[in-house]
């Protein structure tokens, strides 16, 4: 990987931003998952970065996601999209001004949700509270930074809903934080 500022031309396939411009994954490692425009976008998975361009119209399209910033968040197959996505939530509920119910209430309980899911304490109903917040913060505020919490949780749950399951199912089968279920 070679982290850094890339000025690409419109259109540019994702995956050779990746590959030629910034110097591909680590050796032995596959890629999991790429937030495209900033920690504020839908992520995105393997399959649709295979098919994307780098552009709006594109990535729209094809995930459903943005081009927002150009910022890419690159995580490959040792990334852990709970704790991926709690990180980026810490942030969310720090920041909101406070100024709308939903986004000041609503980023904190997600947050929380999220942290008793990484420790191991969450329940089904998590899940559900989680997906129904984000559902109702997305586009319910002044601002868009509600929207900004929300998709990330909407994307994240729905695309890598395996590994949020695996949480619940170990905490309820009484493993430790992280250690997943054998099925």
């Not at 852990?80 to 980023?107: I, K, W």
């Amino acid at each position: 990987m070679k982290p850094g500022v890339y000025e690409i031309p419109l259109g540019t396939p994702m995956m050779d931003l990746l590959n030629k411009w910034c110097g591909g994954l680590r050796p032995g490692r596959k890629l999991k998952a790429i937030i495209p425009g900033g920690s504020s976008v839908p992520v995105m998975t393997p399959a649709e970065v295979e098919q994307a361009n780098m552009d709006y119209e594109s990535i729209n399209k094809v995930a459903g996601s943005y081009l927002g910033s150009g910022g890419f968040i690159v995580m490959d197959d040792t990334t852990d999209m709970v704790d991926a996505l709690t990180n980026l939530l810490r942030f969310y509920a720090h920041e909101s001004c406070g100024q709308c119910t939903p986004c000041r209430e609503g980023s904190a309980w997600m947050y929380n949700i999220l942290c008793r899911l990484r420790d191991g304490l969450a329940t089904e109903d998590d899940l559900v509270a989680l997906r129904d917040l984000a559902d109702n913060i997305h586009s319910r505020t002044i601002c868009f930074f509600g929207a900004s919490a929300a998709m990330p949780v909407q994307s994240f749950v729905t695309k890598f809903r395996d590994e949020f399951v695996a949480r619940v199912e170990s905490a309820r089968a009484g493993l430790p934080a992280g250690l997943a279920v054998a099925k």
